[in-house]
């Protein structure tokens, strides 16, 4: 995994610059690391983008405590990733135990904080796997009965028409990254999750 290092130190960069102790992390790959405008519409939050380019949920999980090393208590924590797993091949199953070990770490470092799961969306590109999408998505929404401060938010079921297929709009001509409405899309669906934000504080930014 060695090709993770450059974002990895670039993160480390950003973390050791940061004027406030981040509370709302975004953690993931490049669907969170290029929606840029997260630390503007979630200011009052004091959020931090922690995103990664090309990233699996089995290197989230990997890189979790060199990553993690300075944030020092988070009141809350999104992620989005597990869609690179299925690209790369890996099995439904393989990816909700990346996801559940992930977790584990979690609550290991900072306890039973608010921790939440955007659903792998279904991209354009990779519809071919959206059988195996359907299957992740709904087995790890099923930890939510586990633990009770775990959060799956659908945005799947919203990305997709009347006809059960995915919104073109919602992407770049790729089929895969996210367009400008797309992020609009995941922002409205989020501020509806009050759960997963911490309690407002201002900051200056």
Known sequence: MFWYHEDLERLEKEISNLAYDPKL?????????LWD????????YKPVNLGFGGSTLAACTWFFERVFE?????ESIVIY??????????????VVLFFESLLAKIRKKYGNIPCSFIAIKP????????????????????LTL?????????????MLDKKGYPIGAY?????????????????NILKGHKEILPEKILVSM
């Open 70 to 74: 300075n944030i020092k208590k988070p």
């Open 146 to 158: 586990i633990d009770k401060n775990f959060h799956y938010i659908n945005v799947y079921d919203a």
């Open 123 to 142: 991209s354009i590109s990779r519809w071919h796997l959206s059988g195996s999408i359907r299957y992740t998505n709904s087995n790890i929404k099923e």
């Open 37 to 44: 405008e997260i630390t503007t519409i979630f200011k009052d």
């Open 25 to 33: 992390i975004f953690y993931g790959s490049s669907s969170i690391r």
């Open 81 to 94: 990733a597990g869609d690179n797993d299925l690209g790369d091949g890996r099995h439904p199953e393989e």
């Open 171 to 187: 992407f770049v001509e790729d089929g895969l990254h996210m367009s400008a409405k797309g992020y609009a899309l995941w922002k």
